[in-house]
């Protein structure tokens, strides 16, 4: 209950300086373009729920206690040099280069690399238009005046280059995204493994959704520079209907990763720095099995797990000389149930 | 319907890895085993035991709980779903967390990798590729009353580590009378046993 | 056993699975494919042949599926499970081989056309000048029955050479011999459905568990029911751990435990004499020989406790129905006819012969073991179990070839024989296929001079074996799942291989290339076949009348009742599951015990080599293992041999577990790990045979062989055990010797014609 309170008070206050930054970034919705409140009021809506989602996601005890440790340990003077290094590297394999799936399949890392870009630039692209932040003025005779937040930033030609790739900038990303997806959902309809345990909802659904995203987006192009504006309002409308859609399903089905998945930084660094001979100084202390002496992940790291599997209402403890299970590694726990089983069974056949 | 489930009787098992190898072929997975035979002490003996996920459900999926993004999903039906690969970021929490010692890891993927009881299989009103192939009725897949009125044995699922006690959707087969696999009773008995008669001290047992 | 992958496995918690598959992510990612369609076939490795599908996209086999056969009922051991990765797999041989450059030249790549003019003119060549015998076949049974049939007619229509025999020699011959002898025909009595019919199964030097998995599924099921478990094995392996009765035998002892139980029988009036009277003869010699083998004898011969054989002998001369079950544990020996048929006595001296479940049933080991030794492709057999030094019977084939009979050659050399005449230059060529000398024969150092003394040596094969490498052609063979055709499982049940895939590259179905060599030697009119099922009418043609009669048995029978049990005389017929309730086949329907007494192994241990070492099999292997040391799943789990030693011996040598140790003996030596163990007897050490170069247990064993049959001594020999730096004196003193090959009687040549006559026959037909 607790956690709901302060979850929804936080995703209130979110709420409200979202729409206190649009109106400043808007010049008192000066710049606002009426024409894209749907989105903004989407954008504003799932803003709040993926914040609520978060909080509530984020005090859960086993994330709390990953996350206050990974920023107990970034915040640590001692480990700072360490992380000059470490951060930018998993801000690479984790998020940037997702070297991650190259290892699961490469195939499967060049769909999510170009559904990944796609998504991003695009919203990077979109969020300040739809808050009125990005802001278009022609200066006669053929230049462009940008501004943001209400300040002039750049001015371009119409026609040159930066012109053509800011115009078409959804374009691009826009096929980026259906390259990505045409992957993904060949995959999909062709593997075995995973026509039988996707479930349409939470893994279908979204690319569906982001296909049709892409797809309209590039109509609405279509329809302007080809089609001399025909359909244009009713691609318009329904290009608006499934963004609105994409934006409020954010926070509830598959695409929430997106805003989780910076957390494996912090159990990279987490796990890291236990393991860290400087961090513990002269005594390396890499934890071992209690039974067969194997590296485990680290003393604090089991310490963590127990505390959070009290938290949880888990207590593993095998007495006195045994120690907690948590403290074995995953072959002696098997290895010791058989030894018992054994000890039961003997040589009997059942 | 009864529940179907997987009954694990290691004195049956005769340690061909039919089950590892049956497990690699599967779909959704290919080429890597979510069971595990180990050799309880291939320096005494050849007795093994094959592994699979117990599917705890009281408590409830330790390795779930104890999952920092919620990558593991429990189905209505109480199995634990290995981790949603868009959500796992490998932190090994469920590993270290499980009892039964089920859970495979690759760091490298951050990801992690478990028995799923062959949700592709069942659901297709199949059995697990394990059970399937397993020759010797080690693992074997049906339902309670079925189990009791082919085999011998007792069909357990309550397993008592120390202090916590671990209901599990998979049975243990174990002799009559047995209430649950107490693992540290039982390791105390075996430790008692063997401190008293180190082989070396035995007599040549063949003539 | 296998080894605990705890002890090699570093990185425990890691997923070891991908590095150790031997196939890319890649070719794992192919399996990605959904299955357009399952073919319906059976297993490639051992005699037990489980249904199975192959799941097929593209033309290409990409996975398996269990199929519900009514004697695996879906399923599988890990070998079974990998055997369709074996299609695809890297290391298959694509096109034909040649070393241009003569002995000591390396094998090039080489056109068909180029290969088999190669062979045909040097074959015609060493003929011309050498007679028609310079030139061998040594054949193989783990292929179908078509191929092997074909390769027996080969030899004898297309070479029309007298050597050609195959390597069921080296399986169970001994059995085969026994079996024909006892009961005038070499079959099994039940199929394995009725194994958990039987309240006692006793089990004779099988390691049931590893070497047939499935088989254990029936004798598990009979447990549930409450039957007994009789093991008898120097190792206490998986099978052996849960039994009543342990007989934890010295190995080459087996015949002093079985009259011994035998005996034990009789004294407690536990023999069937009734059965005795009506169905058996020469029961009286049997009993007069068993009388002086009382239990303290058998446990001064054989170290099995007298106790556990007087309980291993009440609990099967007090079952209802007992099964004896037996393997190369017993057979590998040279007198292994002998422990057969010790054997073979306790069955019907307790009636079993003939019950639903009961009698003695062999697990014949290879794929095609069963169907292999019944066609012609052995030194002394015709199509059909006919004897070749048989008149009549070779008139009948004879007629059924269309060659006049004066044409077909006599009885050749056994397969154990033919490395000595190729030595000594009398074979001056072979062709080798599905078989791998080099790895299966005793005493490899021989083998490999033998096999390098050839001119040319010929192999087809679809991986590079240890034999193929010595080859002056290798020709690209083809997988089981690439071809159809029958194969006979240890039931003697035929059943149906179906082609899932066609052969890679310039890769050629066995028979197409032993059609194409008959054809270059001008003999082609008597090899027109287009397709496996033309081959197998003709073998259905030519079995016909003779003890192992196929002539009932069509394709579409063995797909309509899943698979059919010879003898099956007419089309009608549905096959014979169980052919000894009635009758047994010999002349007056009678079965026959034989008395036979205890002979020692050929080597038995002396001062300088203290262990009987003796061989066998790991489930992760399929014999020389050329096939399964390329499948990563089952290679990760035995990539290399390893000597298993017992806690008392090895603490006697100062040995540690796991230390690399050099096991000597008088033939050979080799390094390898030792596995301390104390599931093995501590007079006795074993190593798998699964392996090649200097992981091969064959420079080791001992090349005496049965008298009768020729069977190799492979379960036991003389050998020491020593540390690598510390090298036990060698005093020169040799192992105590009791028998050599020169000793036995009746080594190749044999006078032509000498076996005439039916009296004759059953001894030779083996």
């Known amino acids: 209950m607790q956690r709901r309170l302060s979850a929804g008070i936080l995703s209130a206050i979110t709420g409200v300086v979202l729409v206190l930054l649009i109106f400043l970034g808007s010049r008192g919705f000066k710049d606002f373009d009426s024409a894209l409140i749907g989105y903004a009021v989407a954008t504003v809506v799932a803003f709040c729920a993926l914040v609520y989602r978060y909080t509530i996601w984020i005090t859960r005890p086993p994330t709390w206690r990953y996350f206050k440790g990974g920023w107990a340990n970034f915040l640590s003077w001692k480990n700072f040099r360490r992380y000059l290094t470490l951060v930018p590297k998993a801000w690479w394999t984790d998020i940037f280069g997702q070297t991650f799936i190259w290892r699961r399949s490469k195939q499967r890392w060049l769909m999510h690399i170009c559904i990944f870009y796609g998504v991003l630039i695009s919203l990077l692209i979109t969020l ?6 990005f802001h278009f003025t022609l200066i006669q005779p053929d230049n462009y005046q940008m501004w943001f937040f209400g300040l002039p930033v750049l001015k371009f030609p119409i026609e040159a280059g930066v012109g053509f790739s800011l115009f078409h900038g959804l374009d691009f990303t826009a096929i980026l995204l259906i390259i990505g997806l045409g992957i993904a959902l060949w995959r999909r309809t062709r593997d075995a493994g995973l026509l039988v345990t996707q479930r349409f909802g939470f893994d279908l659904m979204p690319l569906l959704l982001l296909f049709a995203i892409a797809v309209t987006g590039l109509a609405l192009t279509a329809s302007s520079l080809w089609w001399e504006g025909r359909f244009y309002w009713f691609i318009s409308l329904t290009h608006q209907v499934v963004v609105v859609g994409w934006l409020l399903s954010l926070p509830f089905g598959k695409f929430f990763h997106i805003v989780e998945r910076p957390a494996s930084i912090g159990v990279t660094l987490y796990q890291t720095v236990n393991q860290d001979v400087e961090h513990y100084g002269a005594q390396p202390q890499t934890g071992h099995c209690a039974r067969c002496g194997d590296p485990l992940p680290s003393p604090q790291f089991v310490q963590d797990l127990v505390t959070t599997l009290g938290e949880l209402d888990m207590r593993y403890d095998l007495g006195e000389e045994k120690g907690l299970l948590q403290e074995y590694c995953p072959t002696c726990k098997r290895v010791m149930r058989g030894q018992a089983y054994y000890q039961l069974m003997g040589k009997k056949f059942l | 319907m009864a529940i179907k489930t997987l009954f694990v009787d290691p004195s049956r098992c005769i340690g061909c890895r039919s089950c590892e190898a049956a497990c690699r072929e599967c779909d959704s997975h290919k080429g890597e085993s979510m069971v595990m035979v180990d050799f309880i002490d291939r320096g005494k003996s050849v007795a093994t035991q094959p592994t699979v996920c117990m599917h705890c459900n009281d408590p409830v999926a330790p390795c779930a709980q104890v999952c920092p993004v919620m990558a593991i999903l429990i189905t209505p039906e109480g199995v634990v779903q290995m981790a949603e690969p868009s959500r796992c970021i490998g932190c090994r929490n469920c590993v270290y967390a499980c009892p039964f010692g089920v859970p495979k890891f690759d760091a490298e993927a951050r990801l992690m990798k478990k028995c799923n009881l062959c949700y592709d299989r069942t659901v297709q009103g199949l059995k697990p590729w394990c059970a399937q192939a397993c020759p010797t009725g080690a693992l074997w897949y049906g339902d309670y009353e079925e189990f009791v009125a082919q085999r011998n044995g007792h069909p357990v699922n309550r397993t008592l ?13 174990l002799p009559p009378e047995e209430p649950m696999l107490d693992i540290v009773a039982l390791l105390r008995e075996a430790e008692a046993k063997e401190a008293g008669t180190a082989w070396q001290d035995q007599e040549a047992w063949v003539l | 056993m296998s080894v605990n992958k705890d002890i090699f496995e570093i990185n425990r918690d890691f997923n070891y699975d991908f590095e150790s598959t031997g196939r890319t992510r890649q070719q794992w990612d192919a399996k990605d494919a959904v299955a357009e369609r399952l073919v319906p076939t059976h297993c490639a490795f051992c005699g037990v042949q489980c249904g199975m599908n192959l799941k097929v996209a593209n033309g290409q086999v990409i996975g398996v599926e269990p199929r519900d056969y009514v004697h695996n009922r879906g399923n599988l051991c890990p070998k079974g499970i990998v055997a369709y990765q074996q299609v695809n797999h890297p290391d298959r041989l694509l096109y034909p081989m040649l070393r241009r450059g003569g002995k000591g030249g390396k094998l090039e790549r080489c056109t068909w056309e180029e290969a088999l003019g190669y062979i045909t003119s040097r074959w015609k060549d060493i003929q011309s000048k050498y007679g028609k015998d310079a030139v061998a076949v040594y054949s193989g049974s783990s292929m179908t029955n078509e191929k092997c049939y074909l390769a027996g007619k080969f030899a004898r229509v297309g070479l029309q050479t007298r050597h050609i025999d195959y390597n069921g020699r080296l399986c169970m011959s001994s059995a085969a011999g026994a079996y024909t002898k006892a009961f005038g025909m070499d079959r099994a009595p039940i199929p394995m459905p009725d194994i958990p019919l039987a309240d006692c199964i006793m089990v004779l030097g099988a390691n049931v568990t590893e070497c047939f998995p499935i088989v254990t599924r029936w004798v598990w099921q009979g447990r549930d029911r409450g039957s007994k478990l ?5 190792r206490e392996t998986p099978t052996a751990r849960t039994a009543d009765v342990w007989l934890p035998v010295k190995p080459g002892t087996d015949v002093a435990v079985l009259n011994a139980m035998l005996r034990v029988i009789i004294h407690e009036g536990l023999v069937d004499e009734a059965y005795i009277a009506a169905r058996t003869n020469n029961w009286e010699q049997v009993k007069t020989m068993v009388e002086p083998f009382t239990l303290e004898r058998a446990q001064e011969l054989s170290g099995v406790p007298a106790a556990r054989i007087k309980a291993a002998a009440l609990i099967y001369g007090r079952s209802a129905t007992s099964l004896i079950m037996h393997a190369r544990g017993i057979e590998h020996h040279s007198h292994g006819v002998n422990n057969v048929l010790a054997g073979i006595n306790l069955a019907l001296a307790r009636g079993q012969m003939g019950k639903p479940g009961g009698g003695i049933m062999m697990l014949t080991g290879q794929g095609n073991g069963q169907g292999g030794r019944e066609h012609g492709q052995k030194a002394s057999q015709l199509p059909g179990y006919r004897h070749i030094d048989m008149p009549s019977e070779r008139q009948e084939i004879a007629e059924v070839w269309g060659v006049p009979v004066d044409e077909l050659p006599w009885e050749g050399a056994a397969a154990t024989e033919m490395p000595n005449l190729m030595a000594k230059g009398e074979i001056k060529s072979c062709l080798i296929l599905c078989s791998n000398l080099m790895v299966s024969l005793p005493d490899n150092a021989l083998v490999k001079k033998a096999l390098t003394a050839l001119d040319p040596l010929i192999v087809i094969d679809f991986f590079m074996s240890e034999t193929a490498e010595l080859a002056d052609l290798v020709l690209p063979g083809s997988v089981w799942c690439e071809d159809e055709g029958t194969t006979t499982n240890l039931e003697g049940r035929v059943i149906k291989i179906n082609a899932a895939a066609e052969p890679p590259g310039e890769a050629r179905r066995d028979w197409e290339i032993l059609c194409d060599l008959a054809r270059g030697m001008g003999r082609g009119q008597y090899f027109p076949f287009q397709s496996a099922r033309e081959i197998w009418d003709e073998l259905r043609r030519a079995s016909r009348g003779g003890v192992a009669d196929y002539y009932g048995i ?16 007419s089309l009608d017929h549905p096959g014979t599951p169980r052919p000894f309730t009635e009758k047994f086949y010999h002349p007056d329907g009678k079965a026959r015990f034989t008395p036979i007494d205890f002979i ?28 399964t040391r390329r499948l990563g799943f089952l290679n990760a789990h035995a990539p290399d041999p390893w000597v298993e030693i017992h806690p008392q011996a090895a603490a006697r040598l100062n040995i540690k577990d796991q230390e690399i140790v050099r096991v000597r003996s008088p033939r050979g030596s080799m390094e390898l790990k030792a596995l301390v163990v104390p599931t093995i007897r501590p007079d006795t050490i074993f190593i798998p045979f699964h392996y090649g170069h200097a992981g091969a247990v064959n420079q080791l064993t001992n090349p005496a062989v049965d008298p009768t049959v020729k069977i190799p001594e ?32 009746k080594m190749f040549p044999y006078a032509v014609g000498e076996t005439k006559g039916p009296q004759e026959k059953e001894g030779k037909q083996h």
Do not use: M
């Open chain 2, 161 to 173: 580590f120390g202090t916590q006690q671990v209901n599990t959707r998979v049975y243990h087969v």
């Open chain 3, 714 to 745: 492979y379960k036991v020999c003389a050998a020491t055990v020593e540390k690598i730096d510390q090298p036990l004196p060698v005093s020169g003193g040799a192992p105590k010797i009791n028998f050599t090959p020169q000793d036995s009687p």
């Open chain 3, 230 to 234: 009789i093991v008898l094995d120097p």
């Open chain 1, 128 to 133: 300040p238009l739809t808050f009125g932040w």
């Open chain 3, 554 to 569: 069509t394709w579409e029978k063995i797909d309509r009742q899943q698979g059919v049990f010879w003898p099956c005389p």
């Open chain 3, 600 to 627: 020692p192994p050929a080597e038995e241990p002396s001062p300088d080599f203290p262990f009987r070492l003796t061989s066998g099999r790991v489930i992760y292997h399929y014999l020389s293992g050329n096939q």
